[in-house]
């Protein structure tokens, strides 16, 4: 029931932003794409795709009907943006993760999200596959340029470590992504 909270209050969000008048500037990056995933088991799914990438072809999940599928990418898109806000230093740039679930989301029916939502719990009861296969592939291999320059230090060049937190430990970030989204139990 939570996360159907979560998802409704994000395209609530998204109807607002999307009629208010405001003028949006975006950099060169923000929230890109450049390895587009297709409707794909999450198995399928490569360590240089980023969430913008993963949210593509859940978007083309949700638009064939195939919601359990979607549910999978949603996980993997999430466990990836999640480990990206830990790697990023631009505080700023993390609500692009919020944006990306926004804009694949957001034209949803309210069956088509009671559908989707349906799969999400179902991988919450039973999440040892999704588990499997994400600590298996490990982490990502591309560098988070969708979410860096989704930030404010996009546009004022306040950006050092190649916009990474120095000193990262890409180890420990990546386990707590995993069980903060998927809830995988630590082995």
């Keep these: ?11 609530a969000i998204a109807s607002c932003a999307s009629n208010s008048g405001v003028t949006n500037f975006e950099s060169k990056g923000n929230l890109e794409a450049p390895k587009p995933a297709a409707c794909v088991a ?20 949700l638009d064939s009907e195939n919601y359990a ?32 679930r926004m804009n694949t989301l957001g034209g949803l029916s309210e069956q088509q ?16 596959q999704v588990c499997k296969t994400l600590t298996t592939r490990g982490l990502p291999t591309y560098h988070p340029t969708y979410m860096i320059q989704h930030g404010m230090g996009a546009f004022t060049g ?15 970030a990546w386990s707590e992504a995993i069980e903060k989204t998927v809830k995988c139990k630590k082995s």
Excluded at 113 to 128: F, G, K, M, R, T
């Design 1 to 11: 029931m939570n996360k159907f909270l979560i998802i409704l209050t994000s395209i």
């Design 42 to 61: 999450i198995e399928q799914l490569q360590s240089n795709q980023n969430p913008a990438d993963i949210f593509v072809g859940m978007k083309q999940c």
């Design 69 to 100: 599928s979607a549910a999978r990418m949603y996980y993997a898109a999430m466990t990836y943006g999640i480990y990206d806000t830990k790697r990023v230093s631009d505080k700023t740039s993390h609500q692009g993760l919020i944006v990306l």
């Design 113 to 128: 999200i009671s559908l989707l939502q349906s799969e999400i719990n179902a991988i919450l009861e039973s999440n040892e």
């Design 158 to 172: 306040n950006q050092t470590n190649n916009g990474l937190v120095e000193n990262f430990d890409s180890q420990s």
